[in-house]
């Protein structure tokens, strides 16, 4: 079946550019949730949405970083006014249902670069 | 807080050879513990996890780890690799309690393989 996917793949922002990035989990999966990967780095727990309700998005690094789920599927997250610090892999990850014990099923991530 | 130390940032190993991936974790329960891995331009791939019961647990890939809860250790371990093994490795560490459950990860372990 289809696993997750995120689109775009890549993205190259200038600098106060807002970006939306798209993220299409596994069909039927409860949990979603938003990394963000720096170079080198790994990744970093941004939010986390169970359905189309945000319940923990203590991980956003500044109020310039926004996501949503509104239908309890597809997710996007948006960045307003980009900045270099920005920069990095951002990845979305689903699970099937609530509890920490399942796995979490990756996507390839958007790789993006704020010039 | 929880927290993942993986001590090595870059391994290499023989084709062959025997491999061991460290990894300690700071966690105040019981955790759920998870081994990923990360080829270039890929997403995360789960390798194996644990969350109680046996502390030997075997994975895909010919990959086992084990569960020192007295060493906060969930070391990964392959007895033979192969020249596709090389890429990028995260333990990561999960809640086990009610709430948000989402991934704390290590900085990884980049595994270069020499044919």
Known sequence: GAGVSQSPRYKVAKRGQDVALRCDPISGHVSLFWYQQALGQGPEFLTYFQNEAQLDKSGLPSDRFFAERPEGSVSTLKIQRTQQEDSAVYLCASSLSTSGANEQFFGPGTRLTVL | ?115
């Open chain 2, 1 to 115: 807080a929880q927290s993942v130390t993986q001590p090595d940032i870059h391994i290499t190993v023989s084709e062959g050879a025997s491999l061991e991936l460290r990894c300690n974790y700071s966690y105040g329960a019981t955790p759920y513990l998870f081994w990923y891995v990360q080829s270039p331009g890929q997403g995360l791939q789960l390798l194996l996890k644990y969350f109680s019961g046996d502390t030997l647990v075997q994975g895909i890939k010919g990959f086992e780890a084990e569960f020192k809860r007295s060493q906060s250790s969930f070391n990964l371990r392959k007895p033979s690799v192969h020249w596709s093994d090389a890429a990028e490795y995260f333990c990561a560490v999960g809640r086990s309690g009610a709430g948000s459950y989402q991934l704390t990860f290590g900085k990884g372990t980049k595994l270069s393989v020499i044919p």
